[in-house]
Structure formats: structure tokens, C-alpha cells
């Protein structure tokens, strides 16, 4: 199996302390201001038990949709294994306001540091008391006008330090990159700089480059150099790692066979030897008894 990758200390600590874990003041609540950012859910809805709304019937949108939200949340979660305070989550509902149902966001992905314990249902602030660090949304032909121009205000108000926008489909229409990270910059965004290969970008919140490879999302370690393997190409690596156990063991069975085969073959040639020994010295005691 792939080893996990390390642990390394959280990249946000040395900010987190200062950032503020709640929404900036306002005259007016977030959710009036942006209201053209929010998730309105799709009924059916399922509610938990004070009422909020968890899941709908809004379906998958597209296959890289899922693979780029998944593999992200892998990731960071390898990434910080044996951490409790790291929680990484795909399609969970974010709500920014207590007692306001309808101040929900849906980012395709989020991480958040510094939360102990992992939400289930939804991520609510004054739970959790901790805005997300890092957020991307993979467009979609639906949904790219609303995470291009109505999300990124809401999102920067909120104080996340870092979005992400992923077209995977090139949806956009107002000629935008198909991987595009901002970073937050006093109250608004500015871009997140490219890495030293010039095949993607750095992001300063996961310590990880952000690049895109034959169309997926994918994510590099910044000191290896390496892309992190994706969920198939996880598979096809165990698989072979297994496939190269299984010859190992056969080769060293097969080698304790033939040591055995030839320690044996040994053994009868020395108990051959023995056994000649012991008839040539009774033939020669039976040859000096008769010349007496």
C-alpha cells in the first residue's frame, strides 16, 4: 500500500492566531448583503434536528466534479494524518449565521484548521467558531457566474484566505484560466502566485502546489516535487506493490526450496559416505580376523 503522506505542521498556525474567526461587521447581516451567493437547497430537502437543512436533491454534477472535490479532501487528509484539528469536507453545507437557515453556502471543497472536533451534518460558525482557511469551486455551466462574481465578496468578508476556481469544463465565458487561486488581501483578493515550474500555483494555506494535468485537478508536494497519486492511480500502485510482494515471497519460497533441496541432497551424500566408511572398515576387520 502507498504510504501516507507525512505530517507536516500546519501552514496556517502562524496566521490563525490573528485572523478573525468570525464574519467582519456590517450594517446589514452577510446574508443580505450577498444573497445572490447563497445556496438555495433543492427539495426535497432532509433537515437536522434544530431545523437546518443538510442534504437535498441536487445530483452530482459531473464525474471530474466529484474526482477534484474528493481527491482534494484525500489529500489534505493524508496529508495530516494523526491530526485532529485539520477538517477537510466536499459538498457540506457552511452556515455563517445563527438562527438564519438561509445564510448557507456549499463549497465544493473547504478546509478548515483549528476545528477539534469533525462535523457530520453541516458546518455551522458559531459551533466550530472557525471561518475556512481554503475554499474551491469546481464550475459548473450552471453555477460558474455565481462562483466567479457573487461568492468571492461573500467569501472575503467571511475572512477566507484563500479561493480557488476549477473549470474543468471551460464553462466560463468571460475569458477566465481554467485553475485560478486568490489570496485575501486586506478586504478584497489578489492572485496567488505561480510555482517556481510555471505549471501551476502555490497554495500558502495547504503548502501544496495546485496544478492541472490532462484536464484533473491535481496536487504536488512542494518538496519532492512529486503529484500526489489520485484515487486509481492509488489502486494500480498497490496492486503493484502487491504484485511485487507476492513474486518477492514466491522468489524466497523458492529459494528456501532449493537451500533445502540441497541441504538434503547433502545430508544423503554424507550418510552415503558414513555408510561406506562403516562397511569398508567391517571389510577390512573381517580381512585381518582371517589372516591371523
Not at 444573497?35 to 452530482?60: C, K, M
Not at 477538517?87 to 465544493?108: C, I, M, T, W
Request: hydrophobic share 40%; proline share 8%; charged share 30%.
Amino acid at each position: 500500500m502507498s504510504p501516507p503522506l507525512p505530517s507536516v505542521p500546519d501552514p496556517g498556525a502562524a496566521v490563525s492566531s490573528v485572523r478573525p474567526p468570525a464574519p467582519k461587521a456590517h450594517s446589514q447581516p452577510l446574508s443580505e448583503i450577498h444573497a445572490r451567493a447563497l445556496y438555495r437547497p433543492l427539495p426535497p430537502v432532509e433537515l437536522d434536528d434544530d431545523g437546518y437543512p443538510y442534504s437535498d436533491s441536487l445530483p452530482v454534477e459531473s464525474r471530474r466534479h466529484e474526482q477534484a472535490r474528493a481527491h482534494l479532501v484525500d489529500v489534505v487528509q493524508a496529508r495530516f494524518v494523526g491530526r485532529a484539528n485539520v477538517f477537510a469536507a466536499s459538498e457540506l453545507g457552511f452556515y455563517f449565521e445563527r438562527g438564519n437557515r438561509k445564510a448557507l453556502v456549499v463549497p465544493d471543497a473547504f478546509v478548515v484548521f483549528g476545528v477539534e472536533a469533525n462535523p457530520d451534518l453541516s458546518y455551522k460558525l458559531w459551533e466550530h467558531h472557525r471561518v475556512p482557511d481554503f475554499v474551491m469551486e469546481v464550475l459548473s455551466r450552471h453555477t460558474w457566474r455565481k462562483d466567479v462574481h457573487d461568492k468571492p465578496a461573500l467569501y472575503a468578508d467571511l475572512g477566507v484566505r484563500e479561493y480557488w476556481l476549477f473549470d474543468p469544463y471551460r464553462t466560463r465565458r468571460d475569458g477566465g484560466a481554467v485553475l485560478e487561486g486568490r489570496r485575501l488581501a486586506g478586504r478584497g483578493w489578489a492572485p496567488v502566485a505561480p510555482c517556481a515550474t510555471g505549471d501551476g500555483f502555490v497554495s500558502g494555506v495547504l503548502d501544496l502546489d495546485i496544478l492541472v494535468a490532462a484536464g484533473e485537478l491535481r496536487l504536488r508536494d512542494r518538496e519532492t516535487g512529486e503529484i500526489v497519486p489520485n484515487l486509481t492511480e492509488s489502486i494500480e500502485r498497490n496492486k503493484q506493490s502487491d504484485k511485487r510482494a507476492n513474486e518477492e515471497a514466491a522468489r524466497a519460497d523458492r529459494e528456501a526450496r532449493k537451500s533445502g533441496l540441497e541441504a538434503l541432497r547433502a545430508d544423503r551424500e554424507a550418510a552415503r559416505a558414513e555408510t561406506a566408511e562403516r562397511r569398508i572398515a567391517e571389510l577390512e576387520a573381517q580381512l585381518a580376523e582371517r589372516e591371523r
